[in-house]
């Protein structure tokens, strides 16, 4: 077992981030194979194998707040009271979102210039979906933009205009 799982996992120096090179969680974090069907977390496993401890309803941690590390020198087991206030600490609490938008919030996967290209290009009569593929956004996040729902810090003003064509009759090409 130990074998197979350390050949998914990008190990580096003692003290950088072994990155978790196989699936992901859909919050980021490895998802390693145990039996059939069923994942368990890899870092949770990592922790497992090298302490041989079981963290069982405890949390194990990250000092480096780097959700696909397993290096057992970056992880620690504590409370769910203990990861919440790590957390906060550390500014990634649910708390620190409010009253964060755009790039400030860490969630974001764009900047502000991302998010007025994205205007731009919607004003200048590219498809929704083509946006977001270019931009490697949600089609969700560009709906946010050139709607007025999200990125409304910025007061983008998406009034569209029509766009021309080629001569062969195709929209041109966006340029990132």
Known sequence: MENRFWKKVNI???DKCWEWTAALSATGYGKYGVTGDATRPAHRVSYKMHFGVDPGDLCV???CDNRKC??????FL???????RDAAKKGRSKSNLKGKTGAKN???KLTDAGA?????????GFPLTII????DVSLATVSR?????????LNIDCERRNRSRDKTGRFASIQK
């Open 12 to 14: 580096l120096g003692p």
């Open 61 to 63: 941690c990250h000092h």
């Open 70 to 75: 397993v290096n057992p020198n970056h992880l």
């Open 78 to 84: 504590g409370t769910r009271a203990d990861n919440n």
């Open 106 to 108: 860490i969630k974001a």
């Open 116 to 124: 007025l290209k994205i205007a731009e290009l919607y004003k200048e």
């Open 132 to 135: 977001a593929t270019t931009m």
């Open 145 to 153: 933009i050139v709607y007025g729902k999200g990125w409304r810090h």
